[in-house]
C-alpha cells in the first residue's frame, strides 16, 4: 500500500509541476489556456475555480490514467477561433514566446529538483562515515593501495579536491568518474603521527556501461566499513542450519582473519569449489565473550554466469553514521549543483545508449519508479524527498531530448524556424511525429521489460 501511494504522489507532483510550468508561462504571454489536465483518459474530477488569472477562463481536471497531462491552448490548427481571440491563440505567438512556453514544463521539473535537493541539505540526512571496507580483492582500488579502513575526507578530478560529508557523497563522485572515464583523487586522513595521504582511483579504465553493482565490485568500494557482527539470520537459510546467531561477531573464517562486514560478505560469496559447490569452512565467532568455532556451509545461488555463496543473514553491523546538513545558502547552492550534476550525467547516458557506449538496462520504467518510490518512502521523508529530486531530473532532461513527441522536438521545430524563417511543413511534422511515437513506444517497451527483468527475473 505505501508503494502505491508513494507512487501516486510522485507522478501527482512531478507531472503537475511540469504541466504548471507550461501553463504559468503561457498565461504570462498572454495565451488562453482552456485545459490544464493531470492524467489523461476518462475524466475523474474537474473544476473552475472562481478566481482566474485576468482573461483565462481554465478547466482544471483530473483523469483516470496518471502517466502524463497535459495543457490544452486556444490553437486556429486545432479549431475555428473567433475574431476577436485569434491574438491569444498559441500559434499567433512570436517564435520566442512559443519556444519558451514549450521549454517551461522541463525546466519547471529541474528548478522542482533544485528546491527538493536543497531541502534534503536543510533538513539533513544520517548517512554512513566514509570509512571505506576492505576492497573486493583484484579490484581497482586494491592495487591503489587501498587496504581497509581509511577514512576519505576529501575527492575530485583534476586535482580540484572537495570535502567528502559521507560514504554517499563519495559513492556519488565514484559514479559520475566511472560513467565520464575520469580518474578520482582521494585523500585519505592521517592518525596519529601519520600525515594525511592521496592516491588516484583510476576510474578511466573501468570501460562502465552500467552504473549497477558489478561496476562497483570492478571498483572495489562497494560498502562502507563495518564491523563484521551477524544481523537477523533467516529461519531455515544456511546460517541457522549451520548455528550462526544474531550478534555473532566473526573473528575469522578459516586461516582468514576478518576485519569488517565488506570482507566477510567476500568470504562467503567466494566459498564455492571449481565445481560450484559450497566449501564448509570453520568460523571462529564471539558470542558474548565466549569464543566458538562452528562449521558454516553456505547456499550456492546464481548470480549472472557464475556462482557465489550465501548464508541467509545480515551481514555486517550498521555503519557508523554522520548527519549531514547544511545551512540557508549552502544548501541552495548545494540543491542547484546537485541537479547540474545529476542533468548532466542522465544527459550523458541517455546519449551513451543511444550510440552503443551504455547499456540499455539503464533504462527504467513504472514499474521500477514505483518500487523506489515505496523503498525511499519507507525510509524517512529526505530519502523520499532526493528520489522525488532524481525523477524530477530524469523527467526534465527527457522532455528535452530532441524527440517530436517530446518538448524538445517542439523546440527543435523552433530552431529550425528561427534558421530558416519558415515553419516546418504539415507533411513532415506528420512523419516525425510518427517516428517519434514509434521510437518512444520502443524506450518505454525496454524500459518495461528491465522492469520484469529486476523485480521478477
Sequence with gaps: ????????????????VHEYGHYRVAVACGVRVLRFSVG?????YRWKPKRQHPGQDTEFVIGAFPLGGYVKMLDEREGPVAAEERSRAFNRQSLRARAAIVAAGPIANLLLAVVLYAAVSWIGVQEPVAKLARPVAASIAERA??????????????GELEPVQSFEDLRWRITRGALDGRDLTLEIAGGGERPSRQLVLPLSS??????????????????????????????GGAGQRSGLRSGDLVLAVGTT?????????ELIRASIDDGGRALTQVWQIDRGGQHLKIEVAPEVRDEGS??????????????????????????ALHGAVRTWEVSALTLRMMVKMLVGEASLKNLSGPLTIADYAGKSASLGLTQYLAFLALISVSLGVLNLMPLPVLDGGHLMYYLWEGLTGRSVSEAWMERLQRGGVALLLVMMSIALFNDVTRLFG
Design 1 to 16: 500500500m505505501l508503494t502505491v501511494l508513494a507512487f501516486i504522489v510522485a507522478l501527482g507532483v512531478l507531472i503537475t
Design 40 to 44: 489523461f483518459g476518462h475524466i475523474v
Design 145 to 158: 593501495g587501498l587496504v581497509g579502513g581509511e577514512r576519505v575526507v576529501r575527492a575530485g578530478f583534476d
Design 206 to 235: 573501468v570501460e562502465a556501461k552500467d552504473a549497477d553493482a558489478q561496476m562497483f565490485r570492478k571498483i572495489g568500494i562497494v560498502a562502507p566499513l563495518t564491523s563484521p557482527r551477524i544481523g537477523e539470520v533467516m529461519a
Design 257 to 265: 582473519t576478518v576485519v569488517d562486514g565488506q570482507q566477510l560478505r
Design 306 to 331: 557464475h556462482k557465489i555463496g550465501r548464508i541467509g543473514a545480515y551481514v555486517g553491523a550498521p555503519p557508523e553514521l554522520v548527519l549531514v546538513r547544511q545551512g540557508l545558502v549552502e544548501g
